[in-house]
């Protein structure tokens, strides 16, 4: 299983970006599926996340900013952020707790992706 981010780069503070993330592999189920991010120096906190059943939440910092939401089909989270402040500026890592097939059976519990950059520019 793997998890592919896109969707990072450069942008002005007052912009957007739009990250997305999805998932492929042999997955039975996903759970929750989220955003955390990690700026230099400090640790990697949530975003946001979001339900199987679409229930989301964000941190105090992008509530009112950031969008987060999911397509269960296509196994896919995507982030909307506006209004973005030079403080956003961080890697953004995609998580899913999720259920793999394995050889051997089922394989139970969270799943990273590879991260991406956004910088915001003052």
């Known amino acids: 299983v793997q998890l592919q981010a896109s969707g990072g780069g450069l942008v002005q503070a007052g912009g957007s970006l739009r990250l997305d993330c999805a998932a492929s592999g042999d997955i039975k189920s996903i759970n929750t599926m989220g955003w955390y991010r990690q700026a230099p120096g400090k640790q990697r906190d949530l975003v946001a996340n979001?339900?199987?059943?679409?229930?989301?939440t964000y941190a105090d910092s992008v509530k009112g900013r950031f969008t987060i939401s999911r397509d269960n089909a296509r196994n896919t989270v995507s982030l909307l952020m506006n209004s973005l402040k030079p403080e956003d500026t961080a890697v953004y890592y995609c998580n899913f707790w999720l259920v793999a097939r394995t050889t051997w059976g089922t394989r139970t519990g969270p799943q990273w992706g590879q991260g991406t950059l956004v910088t915001v520019s003052s």
């Open positions: 979001i339900s199987r059943d679409g229930s989301a």
